[in-house]
Nanobody, 123 residues
Framework: VQLVESGGGLVQPGGSLRLSCAASGFTFSSFAMSWYRQAPGKERERVAAITSGGGRTNYADSVKGRFTISRDNAKNTVYLQMNSLKPEDTAVYYC?????????????????WGKGTLVTVSS
């Protein structure tokens, strides 16, 4: 199983980035996907999740209206479009497959993680 994130980097406040996560080694279309982030000195938090078919999503309050999660099951890839970025969005962003979400109504016995990509929002 591999989850490989890309698209991180340095961006100015108010700017945009699009993260991608390429998946392999499991049946991507059967798994819900999430993006998490971890800022220095803070716990890892989930920022967005999407169901296996892509029909439902949810977001952390801190990113609602600014971030959009999407997926392309034909390409085994999940995306996170991040707009209106703020310095407090600075973190390592991780791709996750499986896990559980009470609000989206799923729970998987397995969960997989990528190694993360760094997003720095600074002027």
């Amino acid at each position: 199983v591999q989850l490989v994130e890309s698209g991180g980097g340095l961006v100015q406040p108010g700017g945009s980035l699009r993260l991608s996560c390429a998946a392999s080694g499991f049946t991507f279309s059967s798994f819900a996907m999430s993006w998490y982030r971890q800022a220095p000195g803070k716990e890892r938090e989930r920022v967005a999740a999407i169901t296996s078919g892509g029909g439902r999503t949810n977001y952390a309050d801190s990113v609602k209206g600014r971030f959009t999660i999407s997926r392309d099951n034909a390409k085994n890839t999940v995306y996170l479009q991040m707009n209106s970025l703020k310095p407090e969005d600075t973190a390592v962003y991780y791709c996750n497959a499986g896990g559980s979400s009470r609000s989206l109504g799923y729970s998987y016995a397995q969960t997989f993680w990528g190694k993360g990509t760094l997003v720095t929002v600074s002027s």
